[in-house]
T-cell receptor, first 111, second 114 residues
Framework: DQQVKQNSPSLSVQEGRISILNCDYT??????FLWYKKYPAEGPTFLIS?????DKNEDGRFTVFLNKSAKHLSLHIVPSQPGDSAVYFC??????????FGQGTELSVKP | ETGVTQSPTHLIKTRGQQVTLRCSSQ?????VSWYQQALGQGPQFIFQ???????GRGNFPPRFSGLQFPNYSSELNVNALELDDSALYLC?????????????FGSGTRLTVV
């Protein structure tokens, strides 16, 4: 039962362009969503989050959009940089306060 | 402020054996969660410990067990290892009550079962 889904396993973007990573969820009771970034041989690091009472949260080059009616969120990175190349995980907080992760999307930003 | 430390970084075990993985939580954190990340998948929640007691468990069999110590460090024990237990095991610490996004992850232990 995959409650958080990232349907694109990989994404390739040119440096300077926009990267859009997508995430869908099934549980309407989720009230907080997060994006994590993971480099090989390192643990996930927190990137940006959004509460379900908002539809947008911005932090520098990173913006997360939430569409509750569609149970969909997306992470926009603009402009994309080669150092952004990593695996990005979407996660939600369940009713028990636990993180539920998607499968991840591997972003490759080419110079 | 020290981060989350996991040991060992890599481990190879034989099917049927038992393994213990260790995690030192970030200074000031009182809750530890364990996750299993299989190749090509996202981290799957195993269980969480708060005040030395299990505080929530994912869909993992009883041969996965854990401990939390008074200093908030934690162990993950897996008995009767199976080949499918091969994965990256991640530990995350947090401060219960701080807010739901206060998770700090360690670099993980790569377990290979042969």
């Amino acid at each position: 039962d995959q409650q958080v889904k990232q349907n694109s396993p990989s994404l390739s973007v040119q440096e300077g362009r926009i990267s859009i990573l997508n995430c869908d969820y099934t549980n309407s009771m989720f009230d907080y969503f997060l994006w994590y970034k993971k480099y090989p041989a390192e643990g996930p690091t927190f990137l940006i989050s959004i509460s379900s009472i908002k539809d947008k949260n911005e932090d520098g080059r990173f913006t997360v959009f939430l569409n509750k009616s569609a149970k969909h969120l997306s992470l926009h990175i603009v402009p994309s940089q080669p150092g952004d190349s990593a695996v990005y995980f979407c996660a939600a907080i369940n009713q028990g306060g636990k993180l539920i992760f998607g499968q991840g999307t591997e972003l490759s930003v080419k110079p | 402020e020290t981060g989350v430390t996991q040991s060992p970084t890599h481990l190879i075990k034989t099917r049927g054996q038992q393994v213990t993985l260790r995690c030192s939580s970030q200074s000031g954190h009182n809750t530890v969660s364990w996750y299993q990340q299989a190749l090509g998948q996202g981290p799957q929640f195993i269980f969480q410990y708060y005040r030395e007691e299990e505080n929530g468990r994912g869909n993992f069999p009883p041969r996965f067990s854990g401990l939390q110590f008074p200093n908030y460090s934690s162990e993950l024990n897996v008995n009767a290892l199976e080949l499918d237990d091969s994965a990256l095991y991640l530990c995350a610490s947090s401060w219960r009550g701080q807010g739901n996004y206060g998770y700090t992850f360690g670099s993980g232990t790569r377990l290979t079962v042969v």
